[in-house]
């Protein structure tokens, strides 16, 4: 696929090897990748297909065993915390569980100052950085008069999951890994997260990239899905192409085996 | 934080332990103030004495007499000097002379003398009876004789020129004196000890000293342990490595017997109570090291960290900020176990003899050691011994139960 | 055939919360499940569908306490009986219950087969091994489970075995009822669809008479059960057959969570997904009238005014709504129309 598009993040060879000796245990196996900038990409596997390891490894967390990362066609090189720092005002992520996504004993004004001052505002006014919180928040439909002096826990999860995408709205990232994002949230909240982040791509022309295991989800919501199975990428395509039409067996018995209910869902399969 | 406190006093094996720990302090804080003695001061000639009121006999003979007629009076003194094995002697001569041993009670003092008065015969002789006891017989019918005499005893004074005797007062048997007008008293509570030095005094001091060699080794070993654990498991990679190294290898000697060749090559002239302090917490910080690490290495990959690295902050801010307000309640638990065990270790190390030089300071521990050299325990000194092991005992479970407490309001899986 | 094995009435059960304060998980709920018939529960979290769970079986221990209403299993009315009385004689033989984490419910040290005597010994002391093996064989094949798993220790097994070796054990007895709370959720989407596959087979085989089926995913319940209950709130605001309640829902909530189900099925991309703001009601002091009111797109004063109740429409099909059914077909039908 030699076109015109941007590259935005990309990847050859990488490798994630944990433990040593006989304890060695392979998460990620020699995955290539090239993400362009403005589709919405899925990355679908069960848990224990090294998906969360993946984008561990895209963040930044950790570090690759094997392969190099590449950054809009440039070696990504996080090296040093300086450099780190560079690369995560380019990339962000949300996380699955947002009970346990902040720490508890600080307030939901120093999360959201955090990113401010990540982007270069610290010597910004008061006043300018209570607008710009105040806006972040807005976005999210959430107020930030009433959520001053509260800690992110006294909230529920999904006004959690949105305080985490006005994190990314101050932030305004090139590239955001939501893993998992609306998993464990109750289904009411799922369209409302989902919405929002469609929105917030729009608005600030980021690359959004899930990690999940719903393929429900990932058909919904993506252009270009990736199946992953036991660290490696079986199949990747566009949705309807992978989704609707696979054609490796294991994304065949994947798809197969999610429960239907416009079709009828075969049990005799397994 | 104070939703927190209410949690932690609502907690009642907290409040109790909290309570017994905060009335020890208190005692240890006023007591000082209020009886400022030297606590090692020797008061006593002599060893043991036992706990009471002690009244100058000098001063007791020349504060004014009251005369008060008590009914029970004779009967008191006599039962004081008539000891237990007279009374058995009684009884056995009062059997062997035909007398009815079912009317022989010899608890009842009144009615065993009286008895004893009315049939004993110094001629009588038994079969089986010694010339001896016949004598003792004698003897102790002799001395009851003496304590049912009712006259006063003569107080004489010797006069200096002619160094005769002269008579100078009378104490009768029914004169008594006010404690309260002897210039002369002294109470000791728990007695004295081997070296004649007021227990009650001394145990104070001695608490003293033991917690702050509890809190000092216990804040030593606890801060190293939390340094490295932090260290090893945030950071891991080779300083895990290394710090694991030396942590299982002081995890595989005991403690203690590092801790008695510490001491031991230390020398008895420099070991001080704070030095003993130090190499208690020097050798103790193990299980912290480890416990808080296993800790971390759970945090480290929590997503609110990860959260906090995406934001830019520093490892310092995020061993800081990230984790250790996570792990302060786990730590403050480790400090109050170290610190109960380093009071319980200086008493160990003590017992041994290998604990703080003897001059200056007393600890719980020294004071055991002394009475065990002394042997208290076995000539029955109780006062010597049983309060300090009460003291320690009830050091350690206050501690522990606050911890028990603690542990119950941080780790919600233990709460009912 | 139309025995109700279980039948609930008017069920009420509280939490008496450490500060003394009474929650209301479970709120006047009637239920009544046929023989051969199974019966969905859906709701979100914290509606009170696991609560009615340990309710329905009579798992009364602090902090939840009994309140009023009756439970009748196959005639026998177990409302008012002790928890241990329960214990020894109501579960298992006439419930079985199966939690979402039941899989961690086997012993790690012992053997599949000696959980299994320790259970049917319990009950029969005269059985002998050989028959209690034979017996566990029997079932286990019949459910499409091999029989090598019996002489395994938990650990050899994955989670789906797992989690379907408790099942069968949790059918050694013969209950009439099982529930089964979330059982699949942990589990990835083949064992889960091995776990349903067992369930259906359960009832077909007839090892048990009727299934009560609590999950939050909705098409999971659609595949699995004859009849499904909306919960929210603690009440039930919706029961209809599992067709209707997907395609057809009624109340505004139940309405809001069908249309936020996504499903890889070819056109539903396209399909824009419903979001019901806010959050549900504290039910420490839960609001009067209608307890959706504060979420629902079609409030009108008078939902807040009065209690709302139950509507029995027929057909099995019951609502908590003040509008009729035709006044809210009316307005979902203008709602599409509006949405092109």
Known sequence: MADERKLCLSGTGITKVFGIGRNKTTAVNHVDFNFYEGEIISIVGESGSGKTTLAKMLLGLINPTEGEIYFQGVKRDISSHRKKKEYWKNIQAIFQDPFSSYNIFRKIDSVLLDCIHMRGGRGLPYDQKVELMTEACRFVNLKFDELTNKYPFELSGGQQQRLMIARIFLLKPQILLADEPTSMIDACSRATILDMLMQLRDEIGMTPIFITHDIGLAYYVSDTVYIMEKGEFVEKGSADEVILHPKEPYTRRLISDVPKIYEEWDLSTV | MRHLTRQVFNSGKFVVGFSIFVGILLIVIIYPILFPYPPLEIIGQGNFFPPGLYVNVYDSIFTSH?????????????????????????????????????????????????????????????????????????????????????????????????????????????????????????????????????????????????????????????????????????????????????????????????????????????????????????????????????????????????????????????????????????????????????????????ILGLGP???????????LNWALIYQAPILGYWWAFYPVIIVIALIAFSLNLMNTGLDQVFNPALRE | ????????????????????????????????????????????????????????????????????????????????????????????????????????????????????????????????????????????????????VLQKYPVELSGGM??????????????????????????????????????????????????IFITHELPLLYNVTDDIMVMYAGQVVEMASAEKAVFDPLHPYSKGLMGSIIVPEEGLRDVKLTAIPGVPPNLKKPPSGCRFAARCKYVQAECTATSIPLRDIGNGRAYRCIFSEAELREKYDREARNNG
């Open chain 2, 66 to 350: 009251y005369i008060l007629n008590l009914d029970d009076a004779t009967a008191n003194r006599i039962a004081s000097k008539l000891d237990s094995e007279d009374r058995l002697a009684i009884q056995k001569w009062l059997t062997a002379s035909g007398f009815p041993e079912s009317e022989i009670d010899i608890e009842n003092t009144a009615q065993l003398l009286d008895q004893w008065t009315n049939n004993f015969d110094p001629t009588k002789r038994f079969p089986g009876m010694t010339n001896a006891d016949r004598n003792y017989f004698i003897r102790l019918n002799n001395s009851l004789k003496g304590l049912l005499s009712t006259e006063g005893a003569i107080i004489a004074v010797e006069n200096p020129e002619t160094a005769s005797l002269e008579e100078a007062g009378v104490v009768a048997q029914n004169d008594y004196i006010v404690v309260n007008e002897v210039p002369n008293v002294r109470l000791l509570p728990l007695g004295t000890d081997n070296f004649g030095r007021d227990v009650l005094t001394e145990l104070v001091a001695a608490t003293k000293v033991s917690l702050i060699i509890g809190f000092v080794a216990g804040s030593i070993a606890t801060l190293i342990g939390l340094i490295l654990g932090l260290l090893s498991g945030y950071i891991g990679g080779q300083v895990d490595d290394v710090i694991m190294f030396f942590t299982n290898l002081l995890t595989v000697i005991p403690s203690f017997v590092l801790l008695i060749l510490i001491s031991f090559s230390i020398g008895q002239e420099q070991r001080g109570a704070f030095t003993i302090a130090v190499v208690i917490g020097l050798t103790s910080w193990v299980w912290t090291t480890r416990a808080v690490r296993s800790q971390v290495i759970s945090l480290r990959n929590r997503d609110h960290v990860n959260l906090s690295k995406l934001s830019g902050h520093s490892i310092s801010y995020i061993i800081i900020a990230d984790i250790l307000p996570y792990i302060a309640s786990y730590v403050v638990m480790a400090l109050i176990l170290q610190i109960s065990s380093a009071i319980l270790a200086e008493a160990g190390l003590s």
């Open chain 2, 357 to 367: 030089r003897t001059t200056e300071v007393a600890t719980l521990g020294l004071m």
């Open chain 3, 1 to 148: 055939m139309s025995d109700a094995i279980l039948e609930v009435r008017e069920l009420t059960t509280k939490y008496i919360t450490r500060f003394q304060e009474d929650v209301y998980a479970v709120d006047h709920v009637s239920l009544k499940v046929e023989e051969g018939k199974s019966l969905g529960i859906a709701g979100e979290s914290g509606c009170g569908k696991s609560t009615l769970a340990l309710s329905l079986m009579g798992y009364y221990f602090p902090p939840l306490h009994y309140t009023s209403g009756e439970i009748i299993i196959d005639g026998q009315n177990i409302s008012g009986m002790k928890p241990d009385d329960v214990r020894k004689s109501i579960l298992g033989k006439e419930i079985a219950y199966i939690p979402q984490a039941a899989m961690n419910a086997l012993n790690p040290t012992q053997k599949v087969i000696d959980f299994i005597e320790h259970v049917i010994e319990a009950h029969n002391p005269s059985a002998t091994k050989n028959e209690i093996y034979d017996l566990a064989k029997r079932l286990f094949e019949a459910l499409g489970l091999p029989a090598e």
């Open chain 3, 162 to 211: 797992k989690q379907r070796t408790v099942i069968a054990i949790s059918v050694l007895l013969s209950p009439l009822v099982l529930i089964a709370d979330e059982p699949s959720s942990a589990l990835d989407v083949t064992s889960q669809k091995m776990v349903i596959k067992m369930l259906r087979n359960l009832m077909d085989k007839g090892y048990i008479k009727a299934m």
